[in-house]
């Protein structure tokens, strides 16, 4: 309860005031019961508490401040004779120690049954020891020959079974706790050791949240987001900045997470006295779960270091005790280090594991840099990886304003996913970029053997243990592409013997490539039949758009200012002042595709501007956030129109500018080809051809490249080749939370279809290396992120990063750097219009 409570039972007091909102707490209300009578219950809960240091730890921080009961109230009825608590340590040797405390000393013969049951509910071994008179513990010791060992990808669980006898045998109480094998090691300087295995951390911080419930989560709810977490290849979580439901510990053990166990302290910190009793409740209460391999005090110097000493009075496993953002018990934790800095950290003699890092805000952080980092803190000796900024957006449903999802701006709308869970962009890169398993061939041609290079990145899982499913597919063109992907081929095979943290080739035997065959998927599934990632390669460059060629001659139509080419019901228009295409029409029907092609190109203001920065001014931190377009000085210096053979072209040339020349070619069945050349030198973060077209209007789009989500040059991962189609949509980040996202960069486009209200605009896109921008990105009402120039329907050979919440582009690696572009770039685009 939140975070002050007095509990009353028929009008006294049951115990002191509990202080502390995310702590278990109990009282012994025996002799105030009226037996046999209604009895009153009474609680009181204050939002404030009366404690400063209290409301320093829990209520002065970044997240919602709620008050109330937050979690379960039970009412136990236990034996005069009874367990209180066990403590148990079973390591990856087998060794089993219980600690069983009672309730009071005993004054009879008593002892204690403890059985060990294995997951099928067969009894594996039991001991009894007894209790010395006066006592109210007692230790038992067992030993078990080769357990099944608990980690994150073998969460392998036993039940410990504990009844209390009588002198005469007679079970007087009896409770169950489930367990795991296994051992953790911290070697000084070199790693975490999970069962003398040293382990990578995939990892992100997690609260506790719904928006309808707030903080109060059931059952379901936990084993959701853990199954979220492993959905995106995760090992780990941060339960920052305060002790999870027992229920979310109970499915980190069966599911497999390893979890950072944190004692409540955002930037303040609790006093000693009250700091002691609640270190106490969360260690006693969440001691027993294997996947708990740390313990942490506190959240960015939140810490009360006279607590450190506190958690091992309680813990018999005597976990690593941390501080998250500090330099403590072995670790350097770090937070939201940029990319150069991180390294730097990396050379300190602890081991580096941010506990914070790539903090997300809308489309940026999280994925968005995360391969950079990722390839450097997994390969570094004394990295063992980190815990991504959030998991999820932090919104309450207002029910008093509609029912909308307030993130209270920017501070809640941090996550990988919406408040519902709605899977963003950067949660497929996730997933991607940490699959366990890795297939490393870039590309795939016709004459590919079937040998596949591979990198199992498991800790304990041999890649026998995973299936590789495969398919040899036909993509359709964009002149069929109302057609289906078909599959051609198709099979399945166990992964080859490549052990945990090695690499080595596997050969699937598969059909060679059929004419037809232009696409190759692979997918794997753990042993728990979840797919880790999809894999696909298009197998060739794929062929240019052939126009009929047969067809009556287009006809040409000139005055001062324009030239007109009609073909097959279609009608081109072309300025002979500006070279561009100004009018598209069908069968006498407009379609507003106009006014290009015109180079674009933009810079990304950087940090040489800070002296002439005035700091007085509240806007000039955005600066370094806006996407200055450049201009393009270029002037027209020729256009022609005439016929050759069955097809007429219009040659546009340029001259003092970027763009160089536009050459068109309209055939007699309408189609319209175009190729370009422009000419740059110098830094860039977005440059390519753009053309208009009202966004208004638009309806939908359906394409066959990477997607479904847009990518950014920082997040290129987490896309398949594949067809795709999404309805226009237009989000505003942290306030409505439809995904994928209709508009933004899309890679590898072979073909896009877009409809709109005025017919249907096929773009073939014969340009390699290049992205097909649907507008641009919208940003936050407070554009955090970026403002970034219109660029209406696009054509790119360079699109820009995205930041994180914390750190610009340029701090963030090096896929995150603007390019140095120098010479000419050529392209061809064929157009379709219906």
Request: charged share 25%; hydrophobic share 30%; glycine share 8%.
């Amino acid at each position: 309860s939140m975070p002050d409570t007095d509990v009353k039972i028929n009008g006294k007091k049951a115990g002191s005031k509990h202080q502390g909102g995310f702590y278990r707490f109990s009282y012994n209300i025996t002799d105030l019961l009226r037996y046999g009578k209604k009895n009153l219950f009474e609680v009181t809960v204050k939002k404030e508490s009366e404690n400063a240091s209290v409301n320093l730890a829990e209520r002065r921080a970044d997240y919602w401040n709620f008050g109330g009961i937050i979690r379960p109230v039970f009412l136990e009825i236990k034996p005069a004779d009874h367990f209180e608590r066990i403590a148990i340590d079973a390591q990856a040797d087998g060794s089993f120690r219980a600690l069983a405390f009672l309730g009071n000393a005993v004054s009879g013969n008593l002892s204690v049954k403890t059985e060990i049951i294995d997951s099928s509910g067969k009894k594996i071994i039991e001991n009894t020891s007894h209790i010395r008179k006066g006592s109210d513990n007692t230790t038992t010791s067992l030993n078990i020959a080769s357990p099944k060992l608990w980690t994150a990808e073998t969460p392998n669980l036993y039940t410990a079974q504990f009844s209390l006898l009588s002198e005469n045998g007679t079970i007087l109480h009896r409770t169950t706790e489930k367990f795991g094998f296994r051992t953790i090691e911290v070697r000084e300087s070199d790693g975490l050791y999970i069962n003398n295995v040293r382990v990578n951390i995939r990892g992100v911080n997690r609260h506790s949240f719904r928006p309808e419930t707030g903080r109060t989560l059931d059952r379901a709810k936990n084993y959701e987001d853990v199954r979220l977490m492993k959905e995106m290849n995760m090992n780990s979580v941060r339960l920052s900045h305060y002790p999870a439901d027992p229920e979310f510990l109970e499915a980190c053990d069966e599911l497999g997470l390893y979890v950072m166990n944190e004692l409540g302290g955002w930037h303040g910190k609790y006093d000693t006295p009250t700091g002691v009793k609640l270190v106490k409740s969360l260690v006693t209460r969440d001691v027993n779960h294997p996947s708990v391999i740390w313990w942490s005090n506190g959240n960015e110097k939140g810490w009360n270091t006279e607590l450190d000493g506190e958690f091992h009075k309680w813990d018999i496993q005597k976990r690593p005790v941390l501080h998250p953002q500090g330099n403590f018990g072995g670790f350097e934790t770090m937070h939201y280090r940029s990319y150069g800095e991180s390294q730097e950290y990396m050379r300190k003699p602890e081991i580096w594991m941010p506990t914070e890092f790539l903090h997300g805000l809308y489309d940026g952080g999280h994925g968005a840099g995360l391969y950079d980092y990722w390839e450097v803190m997994r390969k570094h000796p004394r990295s063992i990886g980190g815990f991504l900024w959030v998991l999820a957006d932090e919104g309450v449903k207002r029910v008093d304003q509609g029912g909308r999802i307030d993130n209270q701006g920017n501070f809640g709308a941090d996550g990988i996913v919406g408040p519902h869970h709605e899977k963003e962009g950067s949660f497929f890169t996730i997933k991607e970029v940490w699959s366990p398993i890795q297939i490393m061939n870039k590309k795939i041609d016709r004459n590919f053997d079937g040998n596949f290079r591979i990198e199992n990145r498991y800790d304990f899982t041999n890649m026998q243990e995973v299936t590789f499913n495969w398919e040899q597919v036909a993509f359709p063109t964009m002149e069929n592409s109302k057609s289906k992907v078909s599959v051609i081929n198709q099979g399945r095979i166990k992964g080859s013997d490549i052990a945990p943290q090695s690499e080595g080739t596997m050969k699937i035997n598969m059909p060679k490539f059929a004419d037809n065959v232009n696409g190759l998927f692979v997918s794997v599934t753990d042993k728990f039949g979840h797919e880790l990632w999809r894999w696909s390669w298009r197998i060739d460059q794929p062929a240019p758009i052939e126009p009929n060629k047969q067809g009556q001659l287009p006809t040409i139509a000139e005055n001062q200012d324009e030239i007109r080419v009609n073909s097959s019901g279609k009608s081109y228009v072309f300025s002979k002042k500006t070279g561009y295409l100004t009018e598209v029409s069908t069968n006498g029907k407009k379609i507003s595709f106009a006014n290009g092609p015109k180079f674009i190109g933009a810079r990304r203001a950087d940090r040489s501007l800070d002296q002439f920065y005035n700091h007085d001014d509240p806007t000039a931190k955005s600066m370094d956030r806006t996407y200055r377009e450049f201009d393009e000085l270029g002037v027209l210096d020729s256009i022609s129109v005439y016929a050759e053979g069955n097809a007429v072209k219009v040659n546009v040339q340029y001259k003092l500018g970027n763009m160089t020349s536009s050459n068109w070619i309209i055939s007699p069945d309408g189609t319209l080809s175009l190729d370009y050349a422009y000419y740059f030198d110098g830094v860039v973060d977005l440059m390519g051809i753009k053309f208009d077209y009202p966004e208004e209007k638009m309806v939908s789009k359906k394409w066959l490249g990477d997607g479904p989500y847009r990518v950014w040059q920082n997040r290129l991962h987490g896309t398949t080749y594949d067809v795709w189609e999404t309805e226009y949509n237009d989000p505003i980040p942290g306030e409505t939370f439809t995904y994928p996202e209709f508009k933004g960069y899309f890679a590898n486009c072979t073909w896009m279809e877009l409809k709109t209200e005025e017919g249907t605009i096929s773009i073939s896109n014969e340009t390699p290396d290049s992205y097909i921008g649907v507008y641009q990105p919208r940003d936050g009402r407070d554009a955090l992120l970026y403002t970034l120039p219109e660029s209406g329907i696009s054509l790119l050979n360079v699109i820009p990063a995205v930041r994180n919440k914390v750190n610009a582009t340029d701090l963030i690696g090096p896929s995150s750097q603007p390019k140095w572009v120098n010479g000419e770039k050529k392209g061809r685009l064929v157009f379709r219009f219906n």
